[in-house]
Nanobody, 118 residues
Framework: QVQLVESGGGLVQPGGSLRLSCVAS???????????MSWYRQAPGKERELVAA????????NYADSVKGRFTISRDNAQNTVYLQMNSLKPEDTAVYYC????????WGQGTQVTVSS
């Protein structure tokens, strides 16, 4: 009922910035604004971890300790889109970043690669 497509990943130098986007296509009768939206990431050889989450109407957010103060999650319910602004990127932020939508059932995007390297 929900398809998620991430974009915005790429190669960036340490200290740089990227903005990830996740656009949701929803089936008829499904309302995007009901979904809690999150960004996860998975580095090679590591488990997938929660990076940031935002409530259905955008009034509450939470972040992994490792990204607090550097990353910002936001959403535009009119555009069925969630964003992740990533600043002051570090090599340890290198991972595949996944968008997640959750409302009773969870949906995942295909992921977008972020590589932080000089």
């Amino acid at each position: 009922q929900v398809q998620l497509v991430e974009s915005g990943g790429g190669l960036v130098q340490p200290g740089g910035s990227l903005r990830l986007s996740c656009v949701a296509s929803v089936a008829s009768g499904v309302t995007f604004r009901r979904y809690v939206m999150s960004w996860y990431r998975q580095a090679p050889g590591k488990e997938r971890e929660l990076v940031a989450a935002i409530s259905s109407i955008g009034d509450s957010t939470n972040y992994a300790d490792s990204v607090k103060g550097r990353f910002t999650i936001s959403r535009d319910n009119a555009q069925n889109t969630v964003y992740l602004q990533m600043n002051s990127l570090k090599p340890e932020d290198t991972a595949v970043y996944y968008c997640n939508a959750r409302y009773a059932v969870a949906y995942w995007g295909q992921g977008t690669q972020v590589t932080v390297s000089s």
